[in-house]
């Protein structure tokens, strides 16, 4: 690990604001000491994908030609394997709704503070919660990032303001799950599941959805600062999109690469609870968020879990058809989705904490 000498001194947790607030501060030439992390610049820097980042077609997922099904369940299934990412395209979700979406959102981020909600410590589990960084009751070093959370899914909330959030969010939480039914459909198949199976044991008529919405402001000193550390995410799929600025990387083969995101596509990532039902042939990928100094990056990632009182443990079928043992022990959805909000956001930590040891 290098270390780099911090420049300024640390903000006590106390006095903690947004970080858009703190990225406005007249004449901030460099980052306080506790939003720098103290990486090996090797490491914090990502190169361009050398084999490029496989996309699947929906369209084909819900075709009449059973050619054309089973050549994009055999893609989904190759980019679960050897990526745990993909991009989107014909996904039956309108490019004016994706830009409505972003454009209030910056609206959200750009209302008054006495607008927003509370920006306090809350319950992880709170339907609407914003705030900054990850968890800052926990972390030494902070992420350079406000967010937005709301339970969307299977019962709908909203912030009161921007008054257009609510029509948008509403239809843009639809949508994304009639996206995720047929992804999930496929990657049953894939899995040599029946095409209904995985959404009956995991429960997704009632599926948690969770709208995340990030706000990273230019940063004096991108390379000390992270707007999220590598992680991977709780539920099944995450869908992401994202302004016009990049700033997503993932880690494929131990390297990190930037994502350039086709247009009008949306980006998917595998999440912990993909993982964990299929016993670890689709494993969750690592990501982060890189930050930069010229323009502010907003994303919008909606997570896509079970139901929260599901317990999740490996498909029966593909433990005992297959002869595994399972690889992760059985957990409520719920509990394992305060952990990890309520912990570090810290690589695989808590997938490995249901990870059973001897396999
Ligand atoms: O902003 C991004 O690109 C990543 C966001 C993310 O990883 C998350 O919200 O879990
Ligand atoms: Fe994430």
């Not at 000498?5 to 903690?16: G, T």
């Not at 406005?24 to 306080?32: A, D, G, T, Y």
């Not at 014909?90 to 979406?101: F, R, V, W």
């Not at 350039?260 to 969750?284: C, M, Q, R, W």
Request: hydrophobic letters at 35%.
């Amino acid at each position: 690990m290098a270390s780099t000498a911090p420049a300024v001194a640390p903000i006590q947790p106390s006095k903690l604001t947004s970080i858009k607030k703190l990225s406005e501060s007249p004449n901030l030439n460099s980052i306080p000491s506790n939003y720098a992390y103290y990486n090996d610049p090797h490491e914090i820097c990502a190169s361009e994908p050398q084999d490029s980042i496989p996309t699947i077609d929906i369209s084909l997922l819900t075709s009449g030609y059973p050619d054309h099904k089973s050549k994009a369940i055999q893609d989904l299934n190759k980019a679960c394997e050897e990526w745990g990412f993909f991009m989107v395209i014909n996904h039956g979700i309108p490019e004016s709704l994706m830009k409505a979406m972003l454009d209030v959102t910056s609206e959200f981020f750009n209302l008054p503070e006495e607008e927003k909600p509370k920006f306090e410590l809350k319950d992880v589990l709170e339907p609407i919660r914003y705030g900054t960084s990850f968890n800052t009751a926990k972390e030494k070093v902070f992420c350079w990032r406000d967010f937005l959370k709301v339970f969307v899914h299977p019962e709908f909330h909203c912030p009161h303001k921007p008054n257009a959030l609510r029509e948008l969010l509403l239809e843009y939480s639809e949508r994304t799950q009639n996206l995720v039914s047929k992804l999930v459909r496929g990657i049953s198949e894939s899995l040599g599941l029946e095409e209904y199976e995985m959404e009956k044991t995991l429960n997704l008529n009632s599926s948690l959805q969770i709208f995340v919405a990030n706000y990273y402001p230019p940063c004096p000193q991108p390379q000390l600062a992270l707007g999220m550390p590598p992680h991977s995410d709780h539920g099944l799929f995450t869908l992401l999109i994202q302004n016009q600025v990049g700033g997503l990387q993932i880690q494929h083969k131990g390297e990190w690469l930037n994502v350039n995101a086709l247009p009008n596509s949306i980006l998917v990532n595998t999440g912990d609870h993909l993982e964990i039902f299929s016993n670890g042939k689709y494993k969750s990928v690592l990501h982060r968020a890189a930050v930069n100094n010229k323009n502010t990056r907003i994303s919008i990632a909606m997570a896509n879990g079970p139901s929260q009182d599901t317990i999740v443990c490996p498909a029966s079928k593909l433990v005992d058809n297959e002869g595994c043992v399972p690889a992760y022990i059985p957990m409520k959805y719920t509990e394992y989705l305060f952990s990890q909000q309520n912990n570090l956001l810290n690589g695989k930590s808590s997938l490995d904490r249901v990870k059973i040891k001897d396999n």
